[in-house]
């Protein structure tokens, strides 16, 4: 049996960050209990968020105090495909993300984008 993944996110605000990727990703926000959040019990300072089929990895996120936030050195990518690239990444900045740069040099449109924290991910 395989080692099972869970990418864990420092952040500011842990429920809005996961219902962000909920939504970009095409996941489900996992409730967890304590407080009332987007109708569901979750913990006061964790939130995460699940793939319905359960074949990706969970993503969980976690109040940490500011001066503990920094950038890594990985990100995200969001493969949609070069028909969705453009929609997916306006229907994204509708949500709260903005658009940072559009390449096109390593084959594929591709948004480098930054999520509502300023967490840069790409969508090609």
């Known amino acids: ?6 990418v864990t996110f420092d952040c ?13 990703i095409g996941y489900q926000n996992s409730a967890e209990a304590t407080v009332d959040v987007d109708g569901g019990r979750q913990f006061a300072e964790v939130s995460a968020c ?3 089929e359960g074949k990706g990895p969970r993503l969980y996120f ?4 500011r001066e503990k936030l920094r950038r ?8 949609v495909g ?3 690239c453009e929609v997916e990444a306006a229907r994204l900045e509708s949500q709260g993300a903005r658009k940072l740069w559009f390449s096109d040099d390593r084959g594929g ?3 480098t984008m930054a999520d509502i924290e300023g ?3 790409c969508v090609d």
């Open 109 to 111: 449109a591709c948004w």
């Open 1 to 6: 049996m395989g080692t099972t993944l869970q």
């Open 62 to 65: 976690q109040k940490v105090p």
């Open 12 to 24: 500011d605000d842990p429920h809005a960050m996961a219902r962000f990727w909920a939504s970009a």
């Open 72 to 79: 890594t050195g990985w990100h995200l990518d969001l493969h």
């Open 82 to 84: 070069a028909d969705r």
């Open 119 to 121: 967490n840069e991910f």
């Open 50 to 52: 699940r793939d319905p």
